[in-house]
């Protein structure tokens, strides 16, 4: 499953380390330090995006084929 977790706090960090270990395919925006170790590399252009630009991110997560979404 691909997972896109959204922020860069130590909860996110947290849920990423979760999916991650069970497997799945995550991606974190904006991410940390800690995410970018253990997630999948964004894409160049989705590196500067806002994630409350929600129009875009639909984008992002139809691009992607993202499976669940977590706020």
Same mark, same amino acid.
């Given at each position: 499953m691909k997972i %896109?977790? %959204?922020g860069s706090g130590g909860r996110?960090? $947290?849920l990423t380390h979760t999916f991650c270990r069970q497997g799945h395919t995550?991606?974190?925006l904006p991410g940390? $330090?800690?995410t970018q170790k253990i997630t999948e590399p964004l894409p160049p252009e989705w590196l500067? %995006? #806002?994630s409350y #630009?929600? $129009?875009t991110l639909a984008n992002f997560v139809k691009e992607l084929a993202i499976d669940l979404t977590v706020a």
């Amino acid at each position: 499953m691909k997972i %896109l977790v %959204l922020g860069s706090g130590g909860r996110e960090h $947290a849920l990423t380390h979760t999916f991650c270990r069970q497997g799945h395919t995550v991606y974190c925006l904006p991410g940390n $330090a800690g995410t970018q170790k253990i997630t999948e590399p964004l894409p160049p252009e989705w590196l500067s %995006l #806002d994630s409350y #630009d929600f $129009a875009t991110l639909a984008n992002f997560v139809k691009e992607l084929a993202i499976d669940l979404t977590v706020a």
